[in-house]
């Protein structure tokens, strides 16, 4: 067993492409990715401006809606189907419509009425963009109160006012929510396109037949678990840290208790899916593109209640779906391991079941050299 | 051998390889049916329904009555349950079993009356679609609670004329989505994004093979003989983007604003500009193995760098430099101009020719790198 876990490093030392995909690109992935991300929350966003209405309290809310944050001006425009050709030509993705009428409604005391359009293409940055607007709405509605008030005496606000509170994740960044959940997929690949690179070397040096005794495979799972613990402590330790990402001091135990079971479910899933290529580059060709799948499958971007059924149930059977669950709950949200027992069952169900599968498909029972 | 036969003898020379080799076959036939459809189905949905929130009523009232039927009657959210403190509405929130909670304060009943009673969303932020669902929808449902506050209680205790609609009001309306479709938006962007990593990993494949097994030698094609050998793969991937089209315009129903032919073009585009990166990753590095790690990097984080749902223009100089530098930006440009809206002659122009300077740019130095090596018995085998 000894022999199989150094043959292992032995194996990623000898073999330039197998050190890239084990040891690299953790670390290449993780200046990398994040770097799309870097701003966190969309900020001037670009907005047009359509004003039919020229009026005192249309000019204010024009002044109001260039000083948010969200939101810049990029053009005042005659006509709304100026606006409309500004953002089909992907010039902006909001507009300010204010009809004609509006500052003369406000005066008589009844809601004057503005139109805001959103680019239904982008809806992250439009719904950004309007939430800017939204707020140099609700100034211009103040001060439009007041006016009113002198005539009409004061109104009664509304009763209930939201107030929202992220959770976890304070700042809302964008980065901040997607990328703790990346890493997990990148963890996942790096070593299932490593390990199966590996195999398929081995099996075209060595035969295609190549079998393994069971001391030998434990060597090569520990050694190849030893990898990916150090690729969580990689990111949990340090690029989360390095990217000011929320974390929410679980206990350490349950970090290390959870990254072990996400750990040990993706060895077993790739030494078991490592046992079908006889070519060193199949795997390659045939993984890189599940990537973009399991991280959708796992929730983070399209919320397991929207997704159907049957998909929930068939996500369990990759590591990726529970990893990333229990992983983003222990880090980003503060969870201890017994509130994602459910994840964590299903993550010693997986080890238990490609564990067989790995071992009926390696082990032969008789003594053979050692592999790789 | 001319041009001409150069070219066919190469095409039918690929398509007997991928009909003999059932992996290479399964790249571009089941997997890209599997991926695209497994990211179809499951935002098949369209817009998220049904998010389990709680209801923190410290305040036993009608308004907190009035709420939960509100929560119940919303169709984004289902009420998962009352529960007495924060604490144990945010211990349900860890573990996934809510994704936010609405806490109605004590004594909420009698502040309505001053007006602008606090009531707080709590909302687990880690997990962003849900998030924007649910904080899009309780607006609407402090709404309607506010309306039938001022219409039953509070008018029939204050001067008359003072309740009134708000002073400015907006009406909003997102274009060419009007439901604020994530499926529109995403699915029309994954598959794409799907597509080309798929097409790239086909043909660096194919390409690398040659070399790797000295194929190369008794093929000995020439500038034709390498069109040859991809055209397979244009077209089965034109064919894929063409099905990915018609699941969601056709089968969907999502509306096509601009011209499905403009959108195929930059498709094909994309494909050539793809396959002129394969050229010169496979003639540079002379390994298969490297060109498909190297692939995994270029075309595998596009969805990322694309700008697409986040901007571009926000991130760091590198990822704008790099973002740029992938075909699949200028695609998701040109598709939000042509199908979702219908933009103009010089802003579909700008994309397609953007793909285009790609496709030179890698294709003229890849073709000559990968000829080169085809000449090179001695780089052949490399692993």
Redesign the interface.
């Known amino acids: 067993m000894w022999a199989a876990f150094q043959a292992l490093f032995a194996a990623i030392r000898a073999d330039r492409a197998a050190a890239l995909l084990l040891l690299m690109s953790p670390v290449i992935y993780a200046g990398f990715y994040p770097s799309a991300y870097t701003d966190e929350v969309v900020s001037r966003a670009p907005v047009v401006v359509v004003d039919h209405d020229r009026t005192a309290a249309s000019r204010n809310l024009i002044i109001k809606v260039s000083g948010a944050q969200q939101a810049e001006i990029v053009a005042y425009l005659p006509a709304a189907a100026e606006a409309e050709n500004w953002m089909a030509d992907g010039r902006a993705v909001a507009a300010l419509i204010i009809p004609r009428g509006f500052g003369e409604e406000i005066a008589r005391g009844t809601a004057g009425t503005v139109l805001l359009t959103g680019h239904g293409g982008y809806l992250l940055r439009a719904s950004s963009a309007l939430g800017g607007i939204g707020v140099a709405l609700g100034q211009t509605g103040r001060d439009a109160a007041r006016e009113q008030a002198r005539a009409a005496g004061p109104p009664a606000p509304p009763a209930l006012m939201l107030i929202p509170r992220p959770l976890f994740n304070t700042r809302e960044g964008y980065g901040a929510a997607v990328f703790p959940g990346v890493a997990f997929v990148i963890i996942h690949q790096s070593l299932l396109l490593g390990l199966a690179l590996l195999a398929g070397t081995a099996r075209e040096q060595m035969g295609r037949g190549l079998r393994l005794t069971g001391a030998q495979l434990a060597g090569i799972a520990l050694a190849a678990g030893v990898i990916g613990m150090l690729e969580v402590g990689w990111f949990v330790g340090m690029v989360f840290w390095w990217h000011d990402y929320p974390r929410a001091a679980a206990p350490l135990l349950d970090v290390v208790m959870g990254a072990i079971l996400f750990v040990a479910a993706t060895v077993a899933a790739a030494l078991a899916l490592a046992s079908l290529f006889k070519t060193r580059e199949r795997p390659l060709q045939l993984l890189l593109a599940v990537s973009l799948p399991l991280f959708f499958l796992a929730g983070l971007s399209w919320p397991a209640e929207a997704t159907p059924t049957l998909l929930v149930i068939a996500a369990r059977l990759f590591p990726t779906s529970s990893g990333l669950e229990m992983m983003v709950g222990l880090n980003q949200m503060g969870g201890s391991l017994k509130d994602y027992w459910p994840a964590a069952l299903n993550l010693g169900l997986l080890t238990l079941l490609f564990g067989t599968v790995a071992t009926w498909r390696w082990v032969s029972g008789k003594d053979v050299p050692p592999a790789s | 051998m001319t041009e001409r036969t150069g070219f066919r003898a190469s095409f039918a020379r690929e398509c007997r390889f991928i009909a003999r080799s059932p992996?290479d076959l399964?790249?571009v036939t089941w997997?890209p049916l599997l991926?695209c459809g497994?990211?179809a189905?499951?935002?098949?949905?369209g817009?998220?329904?049904?998010?389990?929130v709680l209801l923190v009523a410290q305040d036993e009232s009608a308004?907190s009555r009035d709420l939960a039927i509100r929560i119940e009657a919303a169709p984004g959210l289902r009420l998962a349950g009352t529960v007495p403190d924060l604490a144990s509405a945010?211990?349900l929130?860890?573990?996934?079993r809510a994704?936010a909670a609405l806490l109605v304060p004590r004594e909420?009943a009698e502040r309505?009356?001053?007006?602008?009673?606090?009531?707080?969303?709590?909302?687990?932020?880690?997990?962003?679609?849900?998030?924007?669902?649910i904080?899009r929808e309780?607006?609407a449902v402090?709404d309607a609670?506010?309306a039938r506050?001022?219409t039953d209680?509070?008018?029939p205790v204050?001067?008359q004329?003072?309740?009134?609609?708000?002073?400015?009001?907006?009406?909003?309306?997102?274009?060419?989505?009007?439901p604020?479709?994530?499926e529109?938006?995403?699915v029309s962007l994954?598959h794409p994004?799907?597509l080309h990593?798929?097409f790239m990993?086909?043909v660096?494949?194919a390409f690398?093979r040659e070399l790797?097994d000295g194929s190369i030698g008794p093929w000995a094609p020439n500038l034709a003989g390498l069109a040859g050998k991809a055209a397979p793969y244009l077209a089965v991937f034109t064919g894929w983007a063409m099905l990915a089209i018609f699941w969601l315009a056709g089968v969907r129903g999502w509306h096509f604003?601009g011209s499905p032919l403009v959108l195929l073009t930059g498709y094909a585009m994309m494909y050539l500009a793809y396959l002129g990166v394969t050229l010169l990753m496979v003639g540079g590095t002379r390994t298969?193995?490297?060109s498909?790690?190297m692939?995994?990097?270029y075309a595998?984080?596009s969805?990322?760098?694309a700008g697409a749902?986040?901007?571009?223009e926000?991130?760091?100089a590198?990822?704008r430099i790099?973002?740029n530098a992938l075909p699949y930006t200028h695609f998701a440009?040109l598709?939000?101009?042509t199908?979702?809206?219908?933009?103009?002659g010089?802003?579909l122009a700008g994309p397609i020719l953007a793909m285009l300077a790609i496709a030179l740019v890698t294709a003229i130095p890849g073709t000559l790198l990968y000829l080169r090596a085809a000449r090179d018995p001695g780089s052949w085998g490399r692993?």
């Open positions: 992996w399964a790249v997997i991926l497994m990211i189905w499951q935002l098949s949905g817009v998220i329904r049904e998010l389990p308004i945010q211990q929130i860890r573990s996934h994704h909420t309505t009356l001053q007006g602008q009673a606090p009531v707080t969303l709590y909302f687990n932020a880690s997990y962003p679609a849900a998030a924007a669902a904080q309780f607006g402090i609670a506010n506050q001022a209680r509070i008018a204050l001067p004329g003072s309740v009134r609609p708000a002073p400015v009001r907006a009406v909003i309306a997102i274009a060419w989505n009007a604020a479709s994530q529109f938006q995403l994954l994004a799907l990593l798929i990993l086909a660096v494949s690398g790797r604003a298969l193995s490297q498909l790690s692939t995994g990097l595998g984080a969805f990322a760098f749902i986040f901007p571009l926000q991130a760091s590198f990822a790099w973002g440009r598709l939000a101009r199908w979702v809206a219908p933009g103009s010089t802003a692993r």
